[in-house]
């Protein structure tokens, strides 16, 4: 799955070399969403926490499940997914 989010060769540098990379090129590779400086990490990742935690446990429930299916299913079983999960929030 590295691969995939890093490309091939990056990929294989890293396993090959066993080298780690940057919180900063772990964002500007996709690896990461979000980086703060270790002062501020836990504020701001309680913040995160809180604002998903805001949401409904159903939506996020069914947006987690979407997203990782999206990686291992063809573009219409994804369709065909996130259609059921949409109309499973109305049910």
């Given at each position: ?76 079983e994804g ?13």
């Open positions: 799955r590295l691969t995939r989010a890093i490309g091939k060769s990056k990929a294989m540098y890293m396993n090959l070399t066993g080298e780690f990379i940057t919180a900063q090129e772990a964002y500007a590779s996709g690896l990461a969403a979000k980086v703060f400086p270790n002062d501020v990490l836990v504020d701001e990742s309680l913040k995160i926490a809180k604002t998903i935690a805001s949401k409904g446990a159903l939506a996020a429930q069914a947006a987690k499940e979407a997203v990782n299916a999206a990686e291992e299913v063809s573009l219409q369709l065909r997914l996130e259609r059921r999960l949409f109309h499973s929030m109305f049910a």
